[in-house]
């Protein structure tokens, strides 16, 4: 059995055993209970404590493609278009939870306010292929 100490997340985060959908060794992906789109779900680190992606570095790289790799798993992206769906991260000061984690989204999203929060024109979220880019292009 894990403690928080093995898994920090858990101190964020108490998903019901019924809403996991994922989980291996390195992540656990789980639907979100207040979903913002037809489809919420979350992919967070196990034994990794990050608070956000300011703190993420090339070291991360290997973590931050298997979260994304986890993302299309779970919303099954093989026949969605790059439109119809969105994986990223809030940003400070709009990262609610001080804990990484990505949120994965199946659209339409449940109102306009959600569409706008989880949008990088607002400045408060950014998708989780940008923010690879730019830890590799460090």
């Not at 403690?3 to 964020?12: C, G, L, M, R, S």
């Not at 994922?22 to 992540?27: I, T």
């Not at 969105?86 to 994965?104: A, D, E, Q, T």
Request: proline fraction near 7%; charge should be positive.
């Amino acid at each position: 059995m894990y403690t928080t100490q093995q898994e920090p997340w858990k101190e964020f985060f108490s998903p019901r055993p019924e809403d996991i959908v994922y989980e291996d060794a390195h992540v656990i992906a789980f639907r979100d209970k207040t979903p913002q789109a037809a489809r919420h779900f979350l992919v967070v680190p196990r034994a990794v404590r990050i608070k956000g992606v300011e703190q993420l570095s090339r070291e991360h790289v290997p973590l931050l493609n298997h979260m994304i790799q986890v993302g299309h798993h779970i919303l099954n992206t093989t026949s969605l278009l790059p439109h119809q769906y969105r994986m990223g991260f809030h940003v400070k000061p709009f990262r609610s939870i001080p804990y990484l984690h990505m949120h994965c989204l199946l659209l339409p999203f449940r109102n306009t306010w959600q569409r706008i929060r989880f949008s990088e024109a607002s400045g408060g979220f950014i998708s989780a292929f940008r923010l690879l880019g730019r830890i590799q292009a460090r």
